[in-house]
Structures are given as C-alpha cells and as structure tokens.
C-alpha cells in the first residue's frame, strides 16, 4: 500500500511559479510510473505530466512548455515545478502512481485509469 502526499499549492499571481511535491509513504515507489493531475472545478480530471521508473517523461501539450515533473528516489518525492502561471491553471492537483506497464502509449501515460495510488490533492489558485 502506498499514501501519497501532496504540499505546496497555494494561490499566487498570473506569471508567477510554484512547486508541487508528493511524498510517497508506505512503500517505495522507483518502480512505478507517477503521474500528476489537476481537476478545475466543474471539469474533469486531466493528466498533466507523468514520469517513468527510468526518468522518461510526457507532458499534456498545454503545460510541456511551462511544467516539469521530476522524482527523486532516494526520498521517494515526485515535483512539478510550474512555471508563468495562468489563471486557467487554476485547479486540485495531485499525484498518483501506478505499475510502470512496459509499451504503454504516450497518452496511455496520461489517463487516470492507468493509476493506481492518489494522494488527497494541493489546491493551485491564480489571479490575474
């Protein structure tokens, strides 16, 4: 069993930058895939970014220019550093991690259904 949890939302102006952790309890996670997701109110979830147990990445295309995801093993810690933040990204975030299934798509990577594990979510807001 692995608890994820997630810190660091907060709310912050439009342009500016936050970093997202997700600390994973229970269980080692170097070989899962981990994943992180937002849902805006009234909408669905969406993925965000995912990063595999040998570091490769993918990213939904509005964010792969302005976020990055990272893990560090050694302490079992996912981030999403998020840079020039806008107001639509306004949303919950959170981590999740799942079984690195080999031959996976790219946008397999990015469904929820392909995860497992969810932490309770970090809210982002951001003001114009």
């Known amino acids: 069993q692995v608890q994820l949890v997630e810190s660091g939302g907060g709310s912050v102006q439009s342009g500016k930058s936050l970093t997202l952790s997700c600390v994973a309890e229970?269980?080692?996670?170097?070989?899962?895939?981990l994943g992180w997701f937002r849902q805006a109110a009234g909408k669905s979830r969406e993925g965000l970014a995912a990063?595999?147990?040998?570091?490769?990445?993918v990213y939904e295309d509005s964010v792969a220019r302005r976020f990055m995801i990272s893990r560090d093993n050694s302490n079992n810690t996912l981030y999403l550093k998020m840079n020039v933040l806008k107001p639509e990204d306004t949303a919950m975030y959170y981590c999740a991690a799942g079984p690195d299934t080999p031959f996976l798509s790219r946008s397999s990577k990015l469904v929820d259904g392909f995860y497992i594990y969810w932490g309770q979510g970090t809210q982002v807001t951001v003001s114009s």
């Open positions: 229970g269980h080692p996670t170097s070989d899962y895939r």
């Open positions: 990063v595999d147990s040998d570091g490769s990445t």
